[in-house]
């Protein structure tokens, strides 16, 4: 989270489809996966005061929208928003393997992405796999550390799943990763193997990208003009490997 945000606080803890929520005694610890999400570019649309209150309603709006507009791919996860940053946490099932929880993960972060862009608040973000202590307003451990860093990482508004977060020491060779990771050009001259997440469907995306880039290209900012440029690269190099892969022949 950066400084100067606006204070819209939203907490929920929930189990269960359609975001039933549930009591708890307090904090107890399971593992699973961390999503932390960012509003892109969100200081700067904040620094004219005019702009607190309208940025403030599409927040709200967007918020309500997790409730009633996303069709979760297992348990509800529990939430944590503050800002215009959201943190999500996907505790793993018993016998769920790491791949079947990030699968889940993945196509809820896809839709929670396309949900704040639809309010023009494109999201950044990072996901990280481990130990987490949550209880109500709190969510603590070192996945949460490391789920904020990978945001960091991002030159575009997408998120980031290193993938030394999705192989399970257990169980190495459970998936062929090579299918969906690539050596991913991240800041500060970065390269990191590596998944992005980004909102669906891709062609609905890829034309939101091509809107930005071409208006901030015109009247700035400059250097947010460049990272929906990288935006592009990113998805154009997805769906290129997509209709390579399409396109092999099947042994």
């Known amino acids: 989270m950066h400084p100067g945000k606006t204070p819209v606080l939203e907490e929920q803890m929930a189990e269960g489809k359609r975001g039933v929520a549930t009591k708890e005694s307090g904090p107890r610890r399971s593992k699973g996966w961390v999503v932390y999400l960012d509003v892109y570019g969100f200081a700067a649309s904040v620094e004219d005061e005019k702009q607190m209150m309208p940025v403030t309603r599409r927040l709200v709006r967007a918020l309500a929208k997790l409730d009633e507009g996303i069709d979760w791919a297992g348990r509800t996860p529990r ?5 215009d940053s959201l943190f ?10 790491r791949t079947d929880a990030l699968q889940d ?3 809820d972060v896809e839709q929670v992405m396309r949900v704040y862009a639809d309010e023009s608040l494109p ?8 130990n987490v202590v949550s209880g109500p307003g709190i969510l603590v451990g070192a996945p949460v550390v490391r789920a904020y860093r990978y945001e960091g990482l991002m030159p575009a508004p997408l998120a980031l799943v290193p993938k030394n977060e999705m192989i399970d020491p ?16 991240l800041k500060d001259d970065m390269v990191m193997d590596g998944m992005l997440v980004m909102p669906s469907p891709i062609e609905w995306f890829a034309t939101l990208v091509e809107r930005k880039l071409g208006e901030h290209a015109i009247s700035g900012p400059y250097d947010v003009a460049l990272a929906w440029m990288k935006a592009r690269e990113f998805v154009q190099n997805r769906i290129g490997r997509w209709r390579r892969d399409s396109d092999a022949p099947t042994p």
């Not at 939430?79 to 800002?83: E, M, N, T, V």
């Not at 257990?170 to 050009?185: A, G, N, Q, Y």
């Open 170 to 185: 257990r169980h190495p060779t459970e998936f062929d990763w090579e299918v969906v990771t690539e050596k991913l050009s």
């Open 88 to 97: 999500l946490f996907y505790p793993a099932r018993r016998g769920q393997t």
């Open 105 to 107: 993960c993945v196509a």
């Open 79 to 83: 939430r944590l928003a503050f800002s």
């Open 123 to 130: 999201l950044r973000g990072g996901l990280a796999f481990g």
